[in-house]
Nanobody, 127 residues
């Protein structure tokens, strides 16, 4: 099975930037569709961005033009470059993998499409 480990979170001022990394490991890893989700205190988990092996991407409207998702298939790593950060971006960010093809049926924006999740990394944006 695939194991995911996020890193790169931290505290930044509004307008700053951060790059999150998600390292995937496991014998079955072969470029699965990957997604980033986030959850802020008192709010439900929400879709942020997704990317397929072909590097085609999808973004939530709230982060479009500010965040960029990318992947290095050779290194089994997915990234989320975050720029022009706002206080409302504050949340725990989770990396997820679809190893069973759920995103083909449900789409990449739905959390139930992903069966493997990381532990999350905290991102805090101060005003």
């Amino acid at each position: 099975q695939v194991t995911l480990v996020e890193s790169g979170g931290g505290l930044v001022q509004a307008g700053g930037s951060l790059r999150l990394s998600c390292a995937a490991s496991g014998r079955t890893f072969s470029g699965y569709p990957m997604g980033w989700f986030r959850q802020a205190p008192g709010k439900e988990r929400e879709f942020v961005a997704a990317i397929r092996w072909s590097k085609s991407t999808d973004y939530a409207d709230s982060v479009k033009s500010r965040f960029t998702i990318s992947r290095d298939n050779a290194q089994n790593t997915v990234y989320l470059q975050m720029s022009s950060l706002k206080p409302e971006d504050t949340a725990v960010y989770y990396c997820a993998a679809d190893t069973r093809g759920g995103s083909v049926v449900r789409g990449t924006r739905v959390h139930t499409a992903y069966d493997c999740w990381g532990q999350g990394t905290q991102v805090t944006v101060s005003s």
